[in-house]
């Protein structure tokens, strides 16, 4: 079964360039969530789209941005980058429909800012 | 705010034996329940969920948890771990927004399982 995409796996950034992490969700996908996991920590919300509009806004930094196209991929937009913004950066994708509030998760984009 | 805490950070066990893992949530009303597992460098896959229903969840691997409203507890257990469950768990819930509402993860609690 096709699962949730993301590219690039690995990305290594100096401070204050800018990044932006693709997130494929499961075909028929409505919904996509980001998450931001830090070295041996949760993994925490920061932004989510449902059918191409922003749904809901957690812990996303004014420095970062995303938007959901109309093929449901999304993008998530970093910018002045941080050494803090170094994380595994997850993209999960549910079905508001028929999914039963099921998230699956991609592998993940490992973000390391030097 | 709904949050979740899990009891344990680092549980390390021989196997064969019994796992229990605590999770409790604060969330009044109706909620959604959540285990999840990640490999060492890998992503996050349930392991199971509690939508509403018999609370006594089996998911996958032999793994199970039990709902009990009245604690707000979403206990993981398995009677018996493998050297393959070390990994880590992470306990999540989702309440408010609906069908497109956030996960809500505890800390995590990191199993080590001695061969």
């Known amino acids: 079964a096709a699962g949730v995409i993301q590219s690039p796996r690995h990305l290594i950034k100096e401070k204050r360039e800018t990044a932006t992490l693709k997130c494929y969700p499961i075909p028929r996908h409505d919904t996509v969530y980001w998450y931001q996991q830090g070295p041996g920590q949760d993994p925490q919300f920061l932004i989510s789209f449902y059918e191409k509009m922003q749904s809901d806004k957690g812990s996303i930094p004014d420095r970062f941005s995303a938007q959901q196209f109309s093929d449901y991929h999304s993008e998530l937009n970093m910018s002045s980058l941080e050494l803090g913004d170094s994380a595994l950066y997850f993209c999960a994708s549910s079905d508001s429909v028929w999914g039963s509030y099921e998230q699956y998760f991609g592998p993940g984009t490992r973000l390391t800012v030097t | 705010a709904q949050s979740v805490s899990q009891h344990n950070h680092h549980v390390i066990l021989s196997e064969a034996a019994s796992l229990e893992l605590g999770c409790n949530y604060s969330?009044?009303?109706?909620?959604?329940l959540f285990w999840y597992v990640q490999y060492p460098g890998q992503h996050l896959q349930l392991l199971l969920k509690y939508f509403s229903g018999d609370p006594l969840v089996k998911g996958i691997k032999g793994f199970e948890a039990e709902f009990i409203k009245s604690k707000f507890s979403f206990n993981l257990r398995k009677p018996s771990v493998q050297w393959s469950d070390t990994a880590e768990y992470f306990c999540?819930?989702?309440?408010?927004?609906?069908?497109?509402?956030?996960?809500?993860f505890g800390k995590g609690t990191k199993l080590s399982v001695k061969p």
């Open positions: 969330y009044g009303g109706t909620v959604n």
């Open positions: 999540a819930v989702k309440g408010s927004g609906g069908s497109q509402g956030n996960l809500i």
